[in-house]
């Protein structure tokens, strides 16, 4: 929403930060306390628009818990304080705030925009239309009025956190919509946007699949593998979190669709060989790649016999407890990483499982050369700082006997 669109419209802004914008300045109070309360009579009045906030709701919100011997008499002292401060801001002098039986409303003499009107004006208008570009571009207008959570770091109080929740299923509704008929057109291009667009407003919430989709569509491989490690390493870094099946059933269809120009054995094993100049340490890789290495191993365990083991490592405390969430588990992480590809060998398999977590794939191996192992890497680990310790999870891989299926 273009708060500089027109000139005498008061545009209010409920996504993120909230703000009220008057002819291209920001309306404020004068004092922090009033100026909070002030934003919370306001945050209420313009979002519920013609549907106007009772005055119970109003003093529940304003007030709270708070010992207040008079709750009405405090209220119109709030109302007339904020009443000053727009007129003060430049706004017509009107009654800015009436009320009847009961009810509070803002005003209808002065044009006012919010963002949250928009966004559902806009959804309801695109659930009606017939036309489908119209209707693409009714959706799409109401994914970007949503420019972040409903009233941000202020949805603390119930009534803005119900809000909050149901902003966010309406944003949800409106990037799915889109993205069907994005699909319904073949605009895979619109898709990836769409996507990218969805990630950035609403992180950790699975839309990369929708970029990722929109690669794979396009035959773009390597993009999509690039894009695909991009968000395995962020959910990881955030949250500790894999990405859903869907990403993984993603990277499958993009393994089945790549097709690469016609070339000779030799240089396709060039190719294949290709790890980056001085790697060293064992092979660290992604989860999904990691899942299908080990289930390889387990099937070559049937002829060879190999002795493997799946070995977990842990970033814990002093008192054993995993590291809690925050910059220094993320450190820890990078360390323990580091310090587990110093201690393998070459021909082992790494993965970061989640946050202080990895998973090692140790191939012909015993399990006191693992113990040897573990050494290596709390030395590696502990070298210049004792904050932390690493815990060691170890079983041995046991092959599965394949059956032939009865016909």
């Not at 587990?340 to 082992?348: A, E, K, L, N």
């Amino acid at each position: 929403m273009d708060n500089r669109a027109e000139n005498n419209v008061l545009y209010v802004k409920l996504f993120g930060a909230f703000s009220m914008i008057w002819n291209g300045r920001q309306v404020t109070g004068a004092s922090k306390s009033s100026e909070t309360q002030f934003a919370y009579l306001m945050q209420m009045l313009l979002h519920n628009g013609v549907k106007g906030v009772s005055r119970s709701d109003l003093e529940e919100n304003l007030f709270g818990d708070r010992e207040v011997l008079d709750p009405h008499h405090s209220m119109r002292s709030v109302i007339y304080n904020a009443k000053k401060k727009l007129k003060a801001a430049g706004l017509p002098d009107v009654n800015y705030i009436r009320q009847s039986d009961g009810v509070y409303y803002w005003t209808e003499e002065i044009k006012t925009k919010a963002d949250t009107w928009e966004m559902e004006s806009c959804y309801k208008m695109a659930e009606t239309e017939e036309d489908p570009e119209k209707r693409l571009r009714l959706y799409l207008d109401a994914c970007h009025c949503y420019t972040g959570e409903f009233l941000g770091i202020q949805a603390s109080s119930v009534w803005a956190a119900q809000e909050a929740r149901r902003y966010r299923e309406l944003f949800c509704a409106c990037v799915e919509n889109a993205a069907q008929l994005y699909r319904e057109a073949q605009d895979f291009t619109g898709l990836e946007q769409l996507g990218l667009y969805a990630a950035k407003i609403s992180p950790l919430e699975d839309w990369e699949t929708i970029t990722m989709e929109a690669l794979v569509s396009q035959g773009r491989f390597a993009e999509a593998k690039s894009f695909y490690d991009e968000t395995v390493e962020f959910y990881m870094a955030e949250q500790g979190l894999r990405p859903s099946g869907r990403l993984y059933e993603l990277l499958e269809k993009l393994g089945a669709q790549m097709q690469h120009h016609y070339a000779v054995l030799d240089d396709i094993e060039a190719m294949l060989s290709k790890e980056g100049d001085g790697v060293a340490g064992g092979y660290l890789c992604t989860y999904p790649v990691f899942q299908g290495i080990y289930q390889m191993i387990k099937r070559m365990m049937e002829r060879n016999g190999q002795a493997v083991f799946l070995m977990l490592c842990t970033v814990v405390d002093a008192k054993g407890d995993p590291v809690k969430e925050g910059p220094l588990l993320e450190e820890l992480s990078e360390r323990l990483g580091d310090a587990i590809r110093q201690s393998v060998r070459r021909s082992d398999i790494i993965s970061r499982y989640g946050s202080g977590q990895y998973l090692t794939l140790l191939v012909n191996i015993t399990r006191e050369n693992c113990e040897m192992l573990q050494g290596r890497i709390r030395c590696h680990f502990a070298a210049g700082r004792k904050r932390a310790e690493v815990r060691y999870s170890v079983n041995s891989v046991a092959c599965t006997p394949y059956q032939e299926k009865k016909v």
